[in-house]
Nanobody, 120 residues
Framework: QVQLVESGGGLVQAGGSLRLSCAAS????????MGWYRQAPGKQRESVAT???????YYADSVKGRFVISRVNAKNTVYLQMNSLKPEDTGVYYC??????????????WGQGTQVTVSS
């Protein structure tokens, strides 16, 4: 059974920084994409940043230049460094990964979510 466990959320003032971590555990053969999504109150979940197995990245326009996604494959861990935080970055941040376990195909996994609150 594969699990994603997040950490690093919290309360920060506008302009501050936070670093989120997400570690995958269980029977893992390979991990393709890893990424972060967020959901603000009353809004749909949206993609924030994604990093592919080869290292290429994708960022939502709203976070480009402020957030940096990275991964350490040996630790099955993805990070999200969030700088220059704004109140509109507030929400629950979810880790996501496409992971191949014991089967022939990859499955989609989600973390439990971690709250990020940015005060003005």
């Amino acid at each position: 059974q594969v699990q994603l466990v997040e950490s690093g959320g919290g309360l920060v003032q506008a302009g501050g920084s936070l670093r989120l971590s997400c570690a995958a555990s269980g029977t893992i053969f390979s991990i393709n994409t890893m990424g972060w999504y967020r959901q603000a109150p009353g809004k749909q979940r949206e993609s924030v940043a994604t990093i592919f197995s080869g290292g290429s990245t994708y960022y939502a326009d709203s976070v480009k230049g402020r957030f940096v996604i990275s991964r350490v494959n040996a630790k099955n861990t993805v990070y999200l460094q969030m700088n220059s935080l704004k109140p509109e970055d507030t929400g629950v941040y979810y880790c996501h990964a496409n992971i191949r376990g014991t089967g022939s195909y990859s499955n989609s996994y989600w973390g439990q979510g971690t709250q990020v609150t940015v005060s003005s």
